[in-house]
């Protein structure tokens, strides 16, 4: 069963964590945004699932909307025998979401922990992100501080790395 946003405002609100909701048309892909030209303040991110070869290992990995990451080099530096892409099915037993529903948020899913959030340093720096609320047809606003309170009562410390791209 895929997750409900409802559940997920009703915890940021009980936390005092406040955001900003942006409507758009369903967005599969972190560049979809240009083709439709939503303007919105903050850092854009890709959102990664991914797994390691023996499909033991889960990560949630978050960098700029425009990076093209090179997972090889990731998998190398990381010490890990190869990294890859994971199933929807994983997607959806790990974090409950569909594919193109993937964010920071997502992490509340994951009530084992098995996902470990590995952030972009190139992107940490900025104080408001863009998070998809378990569904694509919205963008929820998030500052920094927020995240990491919400990081924190989901026991999700993110891992701030460098991310080598292509």
Known sequence: MLAD??????LLAHLDINYDVIEH????TSLAADEFMIERPGTRLKNLFLRDNEGKRHF???TAHNKQLDLKALSKQQGLSRLGFASSERLAKYLK????CVSM???LNDKQNEVSLWVDQDIWHGDLFHCHPFENTQ???????????FFN???????????PSK
């Open 97 to 100: 979401v569909a594919p193109g």
């Open 60 to 62: 949630l990995v978050i």
């Open 5 to 10: 946003k409802t559940k997920l405002a009703e």
């Open 153 to 163: 009562h989901t026991k999700h410390q993110p891992r701030v790395v460098f991310l």
């Open 139 to 149: 963008t929820w606003l998030l500052s920094k501080a927020d995240l990491e309170i």
């Open 105 to 107: 948020l997502a992490l």
């Open 25 to 28: 048309p369903p967005l599969h």
